[in-house]
């Protein structure tokens, strides 16, 4: 019995003193992640460009996003809009996914979604493959003062046949990859 | 003429030879009852001769006698708690004597759930029945499991109310590795090459290791012995709802040693609920298993096994959101999105591949009667691979590629201290290295780590005939090293290190008031180590659209548990009643909390949820009756489980609802066996509406019917079998199913099986 023991204690002593360490892990390169989003609207007669800008570096990290944007609207004026999103986690080495978006433009839609109380028209300025909208260019009206908040949201593998429209994705489906929502307003 | 005349006489003769030795009853058939490895006396089990109705019982050593006997068929049940019953048929013509091997789990009685489905079937013959079924719903078929799933893609145990973490699995008497990722991962078993599946707890769980907060899932092959006789069984199932096929072939032979071979191949295409097909919910599954025993002399044995699990299994693909608002949409609809007008059998993202080896070595030596030291090897090796749709053509890129190797190495010891006493100690080591491997372009949900594991326990029982009880002690020391990588930017590898020390006893007794009543009571203190996914998950759970957080501060988990159990068994055997209640009180209970806040990220805001240690306390109960009336054979069982978080008094999330299962079993003429069942669960009404994003759904009633016939067919057995499940069509989704958002569970399937056993 006791040599039993005493035979088992070996292993056991072992294991003790081998609180082992292990390699470290490689840092993955993420490069599906998308962390910032920028609006830039032109003012079709000239004028004072407007830049939207979601940043979010950390991911789904604690750290939270900045959201920026550079001033109001000016009403009743037509705005030239483009969108960029980009990979920028890796300071070294960013990335521009609108590319990888526009080189699979069949299966992606950007919407455009005013609050109810923004009197803002959108309409998308270009086409995928099969002639559905993409998003990627649109075109911004503004009506009369007002103010609310403008969500881009980017839809992978969305129906393209549905009912969905610029300003209302309901009926799309797929699955979301950006969702961000800005402040605006739009005065004289 | 004459010849035909004599041919009368001679049968004349024979008729009142039997007369005769009819009327003089006097033969005696003997023997003894003893476990399947011959080890151990069966003491105080039941015989009980069903042409006359009359019973006698073993004594201390396993030995009955039944004198007076009439020469004839005699057909006579053997039973023992804890073990399977057994019914011998025999033609009685003179003084008989013969040993009787039950299955018996090992030196164990107490505290054993046998598994209760369609009475009148043997117990191996019954799990090889379902063997096209996944593992999970054959475990439910135990009285208090239910099964955890993620659609039709993953299913895990649940019992009285643990699961996970908290439940562990252990096949063929090894820790099952790979289940400490999260609950949308099945063991990955064969219930082919299961024989015997089991749930222990209290004393009889402690000599087990393994993340568990008391209970543990036994699941092993039938057993190779010296009495091992060459034989094979080769089987064929259709389902028709997702077309799987199922072949499977099992060879026992002795050739230098006894070895058994299983194997199974799976293929299945997309399943239907009732008014859709659930698009990209195929399987494929390939496993292989050598089992191998050599007897060397009296004192030494050695066993071997390995088993190869491999499947590729497509998850429902209108399951995968992006975010809240996905989420939500995707509830309202009366159809899941990406629905396919058509069948198919092929699969894409989301999915899982999966392959897991296990290589198990056994030395058992037996210097004395009751006095036997063992030493255990089991490895794994757990490979897996989960696909999303991504961007970029990426699909066939997995979004998660984990690779585990575990090794535990276990000392035993067994010794019996006169007739009724035994004493079992042992100490294992248990070593799991956890890796993902690189190129997935993802930061991992659970980091790298190592887990070295030391423990021990010891047990002592006495068994004599009316008042027993057991009690024992275990204690492990369990350290982690989990290099995990930053969140914020930038990113870089943090090293952590844990060391915690856990301890476990219980002590049960049981009372056997006569041979009808019994009851039994138990007491079970046991602590759980936080495991790696409560430590450091951390990032976004897509399957339930929130981001998950570790806490590397957990304390270990405090259970104390009291279970009371009354059994009933008539004298004849046809009724058994058996009905139980518990209570667990858990202190720092790990439990997935969400925060106040919702987190920003550019898929826009996301609720967050961390592992929290609060005061919780479950309890519940569950009856269970076996009947037999005539030619019709009746199981039916009942559960209820309450769980509560004492701090806030809100329910415990994952509960399993009440549910009623019972099972029917006629049979008719020309070896026909007509089986019925009923599954009735209840709507989960504890939750408060902003625990879920949904509330629970209704309770559901599920029927099944079934037809089996046993031919022979030169000389061996011959089954076919004809079953519906879901008779009704019935569209339902269950509340334990993470995929109730979305879908509607599998509607009714018509399943055909025929085998073939030689």
């Known amino acids: 019995m006791n040599r039993i023991f005493s035979f088992l204690a070996l292993p056991l002593l072992l294991l003790w003193s081998a609180c082992t360490t292990k390699a470290d892990p490689i840092i993955e390169n993420e490069e599906e992640v998308i962390t910032d989003v920028i609006y830039q609207l032109q003012p079709v007669g000239g004028g004072e460009e407007i830049t939207m800008t979601f940043s979010d570096p950390d991911g789904d990290g604690a750290e939270p996003a900045q959201i920026n944007v550079t001033g109001p609207l000016a009403a009743n004026t037509l705005y030239d809009g483009t969108l960029v999103v980009s990979n920028l986690s890796d300071s070294s080495n960013p990335e521009d996914i609108t590319a990888e978006v526009v080189a699979e433009a069949e299966d992606h839609q950007f919407f455009y979604v005013p609050s109810t109380s923004l009197e803002v028209d959108l309409t998308y300025q270009d086409s995928d493959g099969d002639g559905k909208p993409l998003g990627v260019l649109t075109q911004l009206a503004t009506g009369g003062l007002s103010s609310g908040t403008l969500t881009i949201i980017l839809r992978h593998l969305p129906n393209k046949s549905s009912q969905a429209t610029i300003s209302d994705p309901a009926g799309a489906g797929g699955e979301t990859d950006v969702e961000v929502t800005f402040p605006v307003s739009i005065e004289d | ?758």
């Open chain 2, 1 to 758: 003429m004459v010849s035909r005349k004599s041919w009368l006489v001679g049968l004349l003769l024979l008729a009142l030879g039997t007369c005769v030795r009819a009327q003089r009853c006097d033969l005696r058939v003997s023997g003894t009852m003893l476990d399947e490895h011959g080890r151990e006396e069966l003491a105080f089990a039941s015989v009980y001769a069903v042409e006359t109705g009359e019973g006698v019982q073993a004594d201390a050593d396993g030995n009955f006698v039944l004198p007076g006997r009439c020469p004839g068929p005699l057909t006579l049940r053997f039973s023992h708690i804890g073990c399977d019953p057994k019914v011998i048929t025999l033609n009685l013509q003179r003084d008989t004597s013969f040993a009787v091997y039950l299955h018996h789990h090992d030196n164990y009685t107490e505290t054993v759930t046998v598994s209760a489905t369609g009475a009148g079937v043997d117990y191996e013959e019954r799990l090889d029945r379902q063997a096209d079924r996944q593992l999970g719903l054959v475990l439910e078929r135990i009285t208090g499991v239910s099964s955890l799933r993620t659609g039709t893609a993953a299913n895990k145990p649940v019992f009285e109310g643990l699961y996970g973490n908290r439940l562990s699995i252990q096949n063929n008497g090894v820790p099952q590795a790979g289940q400490q990722w999260g609950n949308d991962h099945a063991p990955e078993i064969d219930p082919w090459v299961a024989a015997y599946v089991r749930v222990v707890e209290g004393v009889d769980a402690l000599r087990y290791g393994g993340s568990t907060l008391g209970p543990t899932v036994l699941i092993e092959p039938a057993p190779l012995t010296e009495r091992t006789t060459p034989g094979g069984k080769v089987a064929y199932g259709l389902r028709s709802n997702g077309w799987g096929h199922t072949l499977n072939a099992r060879l026992t032979d002795t050739a230098y040693v006894a070895y058994r071979i299983s194997a199974s191949a799976k293929a299945s295409g997309d399943r239907r609920a009732p008014d859709y097909y659930l698009t990209n919910t195929g399987q494929r599954e390939g496993n292989v298993a050598v089992q191998a025993a050599k007897f060397l002399n009296p004192r030494w044995t050695a066993r071997a096994y390995y088993s190869l699990f491999n499947a590729s299994i497509g998850v429902l693909r209108g399951s995968h959101v992006g975010n809240l608002s996905d989420l939500e949409e995707a509830i309202g609809r009366p159809r899941p999105f990406y629905t396919d007008p058509g069948f198919s059998y092929d699969f894409g993202s989301p999915r899982q591949r999966v392959s897991h080896h296990l290589l198990k070595g056994e030395l058992t030596f037996t210097p004395s009667p009751g006095n036997t030291y063992s030493l255990l090897y089991g490895g794994q090796l757990d490979d897996r691979q989960e696909f999303d749709v991504r961007r970029g053509g990426d699909d066939d890129r997995a979004a998660l590629k984990l690779r585990q190797y575990s090794h535990l190495l276990e000392g035993q010891h067994q010794r019996k201290l006169g007739d009724q006493r035994s004493l079992e100690a042992g100490v294992q080591l248990e070593n799991v290295d956890n890796t993902n491997q690189p190129g997935t372009g993802i930061l991992p949900l659970i980091p790298d780590y190592l887990a070295n594991r030391v423990g021990g326990y010891v047990t002592y029982h006495y068994k004599p005939e009316v008042f027993r009880y057991h009690f024992g002690a275990r204690f492990d020391h369990q350290y982690y090293e989990a290099l995990t990588i930053s969140r914020d930017l930038p990113r870089r590898v943090i090293r952590y290190r844990h060391h915690y020390n856990t301890v476990g006893a219980s002590a049960g007794a049981s009372l056997r008031v006569n041979r009808r009543l019994g009851g039994e009571t138990e007491l079970t203190y046991r602590q759980r180590a936080p495991q790696i996914n409560e430590l450091y998950s951390q990032g976004l759970h897509q399957g339930v659209s929130g981001i998950e957080e570790g806490d590397s501060s957990l304390l270990p988990e405090r259970s104390l548990k009291a279970s009371l159990e009354l059994n009933y068994g008539s004298r004849d055997g046809t009724l058994s009643l058996s009905g139980g209640v518990f209570y667990q009180r858990v202190a720092n209970f790990i439990n997935l909390e969400p925060e106040q806040e919702f987190r920003l990220t550019v898929r826009g805001a996301f609720p967050v949820f961390t592992y929290r240690g609060v005061d919780a306390e479950l309890y519940g109960g569950q009856l269970t009756a076996l009947a037999q009336l005539g030619d019709l054979d009746i199981e039916s069982g009942v559960a209820v489980v309450r769980g509560y978080n004492r701090e806030d008094d809100l329910p415990l999330v994952y509960m399993p609802p009440t549910n009623w299962r019972t099972a029917l079993a006629y049979a008719l003429p020309a070896d026909l066996l007509l089986t019925a069942s009923a599954l009735v669960v209840a709507r989960q009404s504890r939750l408060e509406a902003e625990q879920d994003i949904l509330p629970p759904p209704p309770g559901y009633a599920l029927f099944g019917l079934g037809l089996a016939r046993t031919l022979s067919l030169g000389g061996n057995d011959l089954n076919l079998e004809l079953e519906v499940d879901n008779l009704l069509d019935q569209a339902y989704r269950d509340y334990l199913d993470r995929q109730r958002y979305f879908a509607d569970a599998p509607g009714r399937s018509i399943n055909f099986r025929l085998s073939y056993s030689w």
